[in-house]
């Protein structure tokens, strides 16, 4: 048997190839890859001295040769292939080992590996008689099984063909994207094609419903957000875990921001039933509780902050959390929520990082858009009506506006003090979004802000926010009638912000 070894990662590759070695399996290398072998006093042939041809064109060309490949992909029961192998004196090939330079780490034209890949093709297209690596994870599993039969099983090779094919996809996908970018223009955000490469990386009891399987993907060759979560305690997160999860931590951080302090977010069913910012954590996250208890019960908590001793105990007197997530836990803290909380899953995330393009399936094809973002700040808003709201107006205008971008629409947020009191979340028509939140804000957003998440088609949504106590509203502006309903807003004494955009969410 003979194996052809050529890896970027050379993890384990030098303990490969002695253990090959010891099989009485003849080893072929170049470049790195054999020098490493050698340094290990491990006996390799340079492809150079096999093929009989040097390395050329400042090392493009060097496997790409007829007794590279024609060793590879002969088909062993097929006479005139063999009758090829003896006419030009060429010898088989049974182990491909390769794995390519993770190229959007660093891209360049001259890191597009041809050979290589070449190689991984070749080799997994003949996984009839070929076992072709890319993983040196494998090694080992491949080793037990030559070492008792002399070769690996069918059933082996057709896996680990399947994973070379996946890993040259995922690496020319990662080139394709390159060359987007590189070419410019108005493909640079929205391409032409769109290519994507994802691995599994963590299989989940369940999707949405038992009924339905679900795990966790990421971009192939990459360590996403969620790779770096640590689960302290608790059951495997589930899919609708990760889901809600994402999401209340994306809009603690979000509101953490306002003013760069301690912020809490209750997410339930994707959306925030709760949501606060105060001068200390424990404040921020009793506020939060306190927007909708009933909803809070088994939901989400994101806090910006270290989970202190005080929270804790605000935490203890409380509805149960199904997930906490926060950037780290006072010492103690842990041991104290696992023993109250033992269903409770306690993450420990970093900063939320969102990149890429977001996807959503059609029955036959994907909606493609860029990541959510707001699209203006405080400076770019315009007060269209007579009054103009206070400073208290404007920042409580400004949480309600965070908040709203978090709400499925029709979205309506009423907030005061810091804290959302009121969210009517995913209705068909905004004004019963509005008494929705109303309802739940009952009183507490009196003199305080209304959030809109499109604009107001009729004056009966402004009446609606002034009916719940509201002073300032929030909202996009752009519709046909706005004259009619700022005019709306100045009887009732609002003040009224235009921000331009809209933040449909659905």
Known sequence: MRALLSVYDKTGIAEFAQRLHELGIDLVSSGGTAETIAKAGVPVTDVAEFTGFPPMLGHRVVTLHPRIHGGILADRRNVEHLRDLEAHHLDLIDIVVGNLYPFTSDPSIDLIDIGGPTLLRAAAKNHEYVTVLVDPS???????????????????????????????????????????????GEDDVLPASFHLSLEKCEDLRYGENPHQAGARYRR?????????????????????????????????????????????????HANPCGAAVAEDLVSAYEAAFACDE????????????????????????????????????????????????????LLTAPAPARSGLLLRPLSDGYLIQEPYRFASTPEDWTVVTKRQPSTEELADAHLAWVVCGSVTSNAIVLARDGIAWGIGAGQQNRV?????????????????????????????????????????????????????VIETADKLDLAMIFTGERQFRH
């Open 138 to 184: 494998d090694y080992e599993s491949v080793l037990d099984e030559v070492a008792k039969a002399g070769k690996t099983s069918p059933g082996t090779r057709l896996k680990l063909a399947r994973k070379a094919f996946a890993h040259t996809a995922a690496y020319d996908a990662s080139i394709a994207t390159w060359f987007t970018k590189q070419a410019g």
């Open 220 to 268: 192939a060759g990459s360590v996403g957000f969620w790779d770096t979560v640590v689960q302290h305690s608790g059951m495997p997160l589930s899919y609708l875990n990760i889901f809600d999860a994402d999401a209340a931590w994306s809009l603690a951080n979000e509101l953490g921001q306002l003013g760069d302090g301690p912020a809490c977010a209750i997410i339930k």
């Open 294 to 345: 009933r909803s809070a019960f088994g939901g989400i908590v994101a806090c910006n902050r270290i989970v202190d001793e005080a929270t804790v105990e605000a935490m203890e007197r409380a509805a149960q959390a199904d997930v906490i997530i926060a950037p780290g836990y006072a010492s103690g803290v842990l041991d104290r929520l696992k023993a109250k909380r033992q269903n409770t899953r």
């Open 432 to 484: 019963e979004s509005a008494e929705i939140a109303a309802a739940k804000a009952d009183g507490r957003a009196k003199g305080g802000a209304c959030a809109s998440d499109a604009f107001y088609p009729f004056p009966d949504g402004v009446e609606a926010a002034a009916a719940a106590g509201a002073t300032v509203v929030i909202q996009p502006g752009g519709s046909v009638n706005d004259e009619l």
